[in-house]
């Protein structure tokens, strides 16, 4: 009985933890036609689109140290854009006929980890803060997403369905090498996102067919499910893609 209080306990503090790091800075606003999204690991910010004359999607915004960056179809597809902490100076980094979006600063904010199918599937790249020197991360004919960037800098964390089709968690160096994979059940695992000390990830999970949020350790052990038909962990990414 001890055994079974001291679990739940637990479970508690991790969902508490879990919900202040990750789910409470997320605001979700609609004006008119225009989205609005906020989100933040430490503050929320909202980064309304500049064209409410027609429908826009202004995404998965992240704070640096200096400046937000954001996936927007304001041009016609989805691009990586910077701006201002203030609304100002908004400045297009990716500019290609691909979709690129889901941005994750570095932790010195140098570099951006993102989303784009401009090989012809979705893999992650790596670009620096200015939008030069892009490189590719994966190589895989699958749908690789969602890169979140470990606190330590060294590596960065993403969900993949190879090669079974089912989404995983994957952790690999930003040097491309190491590539580890952390889980492997039937049903989608998505959207990762590290501790601020870099033990831990969390991350949405359908194992039994309903969405729920998972926490494990950085090496892939310890996987624990922190909540019980809770339907709002698409909450977490922001991924105009789930």
């Not at 691009?79 to 908004?90: K, M, P, S």
């Not at 952790?171 to 491309?176: K, L």
Request: proline letters at 5%.
């Amino acid at each position: 009985m001890h055994e079974q209080g001291e679990n739940q306990a637990n479970r508690t503090s991790w969902t508490k933890i879990l919900l202040t790091v990750i789910i409470a800075p997320i605001v979700v606003g609609i004006v008119s036609y225009t989205y609005e999204a906020c989100i933040d690991k430490k503050i929320a910010i909202c980064v309304p689109s500049q064209n409410t004359s027609t429908i826009t999607e202004d995404l998965s915004p992240l704070l640096s140290p200096y400046r937000l960056a954001f996936a927007s179809i304001r041009d016609g597809n989805s691009e990586i854009y910077l701006i201002n902490g203030d609304g100002t100076n908004v400045t297009r980094l990716t500019n290609n006929p691909a979709d690129d979006f889901y941005a994750s600063w570095s932790p010195d904010g140098s570099q951006l980890a993102f989303t784009s199918n401009r090989d012809g599937d979705y893999e992650i790249y790596i670009m620096n803060e200015d939008g030069n020197g892009v490189r590719q991360l994966t190589y895989n004919e699958a749908y690789d997403c969602c890169p979140d960037w470990s606190p330590s800098g060294d590596k960065i964390a993403f969900n993949s369905n190879f090669p079974d089709g089912d989404q995983d968690i994957y952790v690999i160096g930003v040097d491309g090498s190491s590539l580890l994979n952390l889980t492997n059940f039937p049903g989608d695992d998505r959207s990762p996102k590290w501790s601020p000390d870099g033990t831990k990830i969390a991350f949405d999970a359908r194992r039994d067919g309903q969405p729920e949020i998972y926490f494990m350790n950085s090496d892939g052990s310890n996987q624990v499910r922190l909540t019980s038909h809770f339907t709002a962990q698409r909450s977490i990414s922001m991924d105009r893609k789930f």
